[in-house]
């Protein structure tokens, strides 16, 4: 007659399952505004020094095209359209051409694994490249808005406007902008999207909406950038209408979670594989 062992018995001592689930218990995953925080000073001190002096070229060409635009334009309302178009186009070299740029080389090196190491929410990445990157377009954006107020004679007294088209029109372009670098299967390609984009958010962007075609115009409406230029270009009248104004930002910043939303899904998906 066999002894069945008093470890086998049956509540005599704890599973071989038991010990691993307890050996595999992790702690809580982080939460998703501390590790923006530390996502976004970490991209904030990394893109620091390498980013001055391309913040620099986008201001300059900015201001070039303005002063360009200076010579077939005198003022009115296509002189808003001009200079509230060229300083998003600031905001656009950077969040959506420097940004695509950056997932792209990102996806390719296998940077992206390391990043799916970290116990942080996968917006939280995004969103803390993405604020970094648009931190870098103010003081250009800001720059480019005086000089083309002085040049084409326009009012800056709601320059203070920008408070909100910076972060808004940052928003909805860095989201595009690692949207297409996270999408992109090569990086090589996603140096063209962004590229394309920022030459879509200056033709769209700096032309007098007029001045189109009624096929462009509906195009223009697509870009992300358009309803930031078009609040900022209300602006400058001697009498703005503060809802149109209200109402363009609004538009702006649903447009922006919503490109945002699509950069995490995008991340999410290169992520695992």
Do not use: K
């Not at 083309?148 to 326009?154: A, I």
């Not at 088209?165 to 999207?193: D, F, H, K, Q, S």
């Not at 909406?209 to 870009?223: E, G, I, S």
Request: net charge neutral.
């Amino acid at each position: 007659m066999s002894v069945v062992p008093a470890e086998v018995l049956p509540g005599s001592a704890p599973s071989v399952a038991e010990d691993a689930g307890d050996a595999a218990e992790l702690g809580p995953r982080a939460r998703l505004w501390p590790s923006l925080a530390a996502m976004y000073r970490a991209q904030l001190s990394r893109a620091r020094v390498a980013r001055i002096p391309l913040l620099f070229v986008a201001t300059v060409q900015s201001v070039g095209i303005m002063v360009m635009m200076r010579g077939v334009v005198d003022g009115g309302g296509e002189a808003r359209s001009i200079v509230a178009g060229a300083s998003v186009l600031v905001v656009a070299f950077v969040g959506l051409n420097l940004l695509a740029q950056y997932f792209g080389q990102l996806r390719a090196g296998g940077g992206l694994d390391h990043y799916a190491t970290l116990p942080v929410p996968p917006a939280a990445v995004v969103l803390g490249a993405a604020g970094a990157y648009a931190s870098f377009t103010v003081p250009g954006t800001v720059v480019t808005a005086v000089v083309g107020c002085v040049l084409f004679g326009l009012p800056m007294a709601h320059l203070w406007v920008l408070v909100a088209v910076i972060p808004l029109a940052g928003a909805a372009l860095a989201g595009l902008g690692a949207a297409l670098g996270l999408l992109a299967p090569r990086p090589e390609l996603a140096t063209l999207l962004g590229q394309l984009g920022m030459s879509a958010a200056l033709l769209l962007g700096v032309l007098p909406a007029d001045r189109l075609p009624t096929v462009v115009q509906y195009a223009r409406d697509l870009l992300p950038s358009t309803y930031g230029v078009e609040a900022f270009a209300r602006s400058f009248g001697a009498h703005p209408d503060w809802a149109f104004v209200v109402g363009d930002l609004a538009v702006c910043a649903g447009v922006g979670m919503a490109s945002l939303a699509v950069a995490t899904w995008a991340y999410r998906r290169a992520a695992v594989r």
